[in-house]
């Protein structure tokens, strides 16, 4: 009889939540990321899987990642093949649903030669841009006008010392992996330009809307009590909670 009961109250509840219109949240979340080296790895390890992995598994959510290119990680959720893709800038995709809390925040810095002179956001717009395609930067970054995109970030460095471009625009971890290829990086000089809020750009399913709201909660909590402090300690990048 108790277990039959037990039973009872488990069903009424869920037909409560039916009833409400209320998705109960799933036990799984399908996250899509680019692979970016000790952020969004494909075998799971870096600061953004260790981050998500601390806001969701602890409430009975585990992680399911695959990594695709930014660009098809951003279609993968539009169509709901995914509950969120990861690493985007807020509103970047209208028919994607974006929480209230960001993760963690991009770095971004224009690379050039260090001859040239050094950039500001406010002269950003009289140069010669280039960055990775799908990035959108001319969305928050002022006065943009003249920019190329690339598919690859291997022809950077000739695109910048060839005069094909003035500046080429990214996080400043993708940065430094292109000036890292260099056979002399004193060639180069990186400048701090902005720093942009990154968000999981959810899909716009009831699954994916249950997610987010988990999302929110838990994050209220985590930087409420500092616990996800440590874990950009441990990879010695910067806190992006401190004014919140």
């Not at 940065?175 to 990186?190: E, G, L, M, N, T």
Request: proline residues 6%; glycine residues 6%.
């Amino acid at each position: 009889m108790a277990r039959r009961g037990l039973a009872m109250i488990i069903f009424a509840l869920f037909c409560s939540l039916v009833q409400a219109g209320e998705t109960p949240t799933p036990s799984v979340i399908h996250l899509a990321s680019e692979e970016w080296e000790d952020y969004t790895a494909a075998d799971g390890h870096g600061l953004a899987w260790d981050v998500l992995r601390e806001v969701f598994e602890p409430a009975g959510v585990k992680l399911d990642i695959r990594s695709e290119p930014y660009t098809r990680s951003i279609g993968l959720a539009q169509r709901g093949e995914v509950d969120a893709c990861v690493g985007g800038y807020r509103d970047e995709v209208s028919e994607l649903l974006y929480p209230r809390w960001n993760y963690d925040t991009d770095h971004i810095y224009a690379l050039g030669l260090a001859s040239n002179p050094a950039p500001t956001l406010e002269t950003l717009g009289n140069y010669r841009l280039a960055w990775v395609r799908g990035y959108q930067y001319q969305a928050y970054l002022p006065n943009v006008h003249r920019y190329n995109e690339v598919i690859r970030r291997t022809g950077i460095l000739s695109m910048l010392t060839h005069d094909r471009a003035d500046y080429y625009i990214d996080a400043l971890t993708e940065v430094d992996y292109v000036v890292s290829r260099a056979k002399d990086p004193s060639q180069f000089r990186r400048t701090h330009i902005a720093e942009l809020p990154l968000y999981l750009c959810f899909a716009n399913t009831p699954q994916a809307r249950s997610l987010m709201a988990l999302f929110d909660r838990r994050m209220d909590d985590l930087v409420k009590s500092g616990q996800l402090k440590p874990i950009f300690e441990r990879w010695k990048q910067p806190y992006p909670f401190n004014s919140n």
